[in-house]
């Protein structure tokens, strides 16, 4: 499998059979000044109705969309919307966010989406297993780095990919990745924007994997 980050929270999921997913494309604006995303899938994954997520006409070819939470099957491929909130405050500021588990080439994946606060004991037991976590990081708008922490000590994942933080094409009032980095020990910084993962190959300790952005 692999990943290819393409900004802010979108990400681009390539089996190793060639179904590719993308998760929360961005529209351009607004202070998201990365390229138009321009890849094709075959499903297309929306945390949350907010520009910055959610534009999927952006996708090309015909893919199938999938918001909200449940369970719904779609390409062979299982996925579980988790309901959570945007902000620490049930939802009343920003409204609500689905946080997205799937499974593709044996690796449990979860994206987190604009999460707004820490998880709930029912949602972290929902969310189960995680090989690979994508986590918002940049605070404001979502959970900062303190927060994140939190999150990923709940969650233990294998990988963790810190995402939706400020960079040099990302004008919002968030902080960069380098809090949620400070005092790590197991930090991965991949010169481009993709990886390759196999189930057998994973850390066996947590590793945290930064992505360069591909737009």
């Known amino acids: 499998m692999k990943i290819?980050?393409?900004?802010?929270?979108?990400?681009?999921?390539?089996?190793?059979?060639?179904?590719?997913?993308?998760?929360?494309?961005?529209?351009?604006?607004?202070?998201?000044?990365?390229?138009?995303?321009?890849?094709?899938?075959?499903?297309?994954?929306?945390?949350?109705?907010?520009?910055d997520h959610n534009n999927v006409s952006a996708v090309q070819g015909k893919p199938e969309v999938v918001k909200g939470s449940g369970t719904k099957t779609v390409k062979g491929i299982r996925f579980k919307g988790v309901a959570t909130s945007h902000d620490a405050s049930q939802g009343t500021q920003r409204g609500p966010n689905t946080v997205f588990c799937f499974t593709i080439d044996d690796l449990k994946l979860c994206h987190l989406g604009d999460l707004g606060h820490v998880l709930s004991p029912g949602q972290v037991a929902e969310i189960g297993a995680v090989d690979i976590l994508f986590v918002p990081v940049g605070g404001f708008f979502t959970i900062e780095a303190i927060v994140a922490n939190q999150v990923c000590d709940q969650l233990k994942p294998r990988t963790t990919i810190p995402m939706h933080f400020k960079t040099s094409k990302c004008a919002y009032p968030i902080a960069s990745v380098d809090d949620f980095l400070k005092g790590k020990k197991d930090v991965r910084k991949v010169a481009s924007s993709e990886a390759e993962f196999e189930p057998e190959k994973l850390s066996t300790a947590t590793e945290i994997m930064l992505l360069q952005p591909a737009l």
């Open 4 to 51: 290819k980050w393409l900004g802010h929270a979108c990400f681009l999921i390539t089996s190793r059979d060639g179904l590719r997913v993308i998760t929360d494309p961005y529209a351009v604006g607004g202070g998201i000044n990365y390229s138009p995303i321009k890849e094709t899938a075959d499903v297309v994954l929306v945390s949350h109705d907010h520009d």
